[in-house]
């Protein structure tokens, strides 16, 4: 497992990153909320990071914060959700907002974003929201407290 990378920002575009470490340059999918936060080509970047193995396939994600990924892990776990789709949620929404949406079961705040139906919105909820109130998060137990989040579209 690659758990964190940190090298030189060699190319930068809204859903990859390419990041140098020591004369290799690492391909990183990420989601638009990374992209914002990371700075400009050539500075020095730093990524929590997530392999995910397909029987073809290699592919690094990549995320600004710990939480990010800790999401995304989560997400990727649920039946009918893949990177994609999770990086989509995660693009579309805030890590504060996608807990306060699981955890206070909010379908139609799941459901406006892009590639979630009411069945997977319904899954999500299902699979995730005892996992995520027993996560030591404190944005989880931001969100639990009632505050209302709306989805960043």
Request: charged share 25%; glycine share 8%; hydrophobic share 45%.
């Amino acid at each position: 497992m690659i758990y964190k990378i940190t090298g030189r920002l060699a190319l930068k575009n809204p859903t990859t990153l390419v990041v140098e470490v020591n004369g290799l340059a690492y391909e990183v999918n990420v989601p638009l909320s990374t992209y914002e936060k990371v700075g400009k080509e050539n500075s020095e970047v730093s990524l929590y990071t997530m392999l995910v193995v397909r029987e073809d396939d290699l592919q690094l994600y990549g995320f600004a914060t710990e939480d990010e990924r800790k999401l995304f892990k989560l997400l990727i776990s649920v039946s009918g959700i893949g990177p994609r789709t999770a990086l989509s949620l995660l693009s579309s929404a805030n890590v504060a907002d996608v807990f306060g949406f699981i955890a206070n079961s909010n379908l139609q705040a799941l459901m406006s974003i892009p590639g979630i139906g009411r069945k997977t919105a319904e899954r999500v909820v299902l699979e995730l929201r005892d996992k995520i109130l027993k996560l030591d998060v404190g944005i989880v137990h931001e969100a639990v407290e009632g505050k209302k989040f709306a989805p960043k579209l």
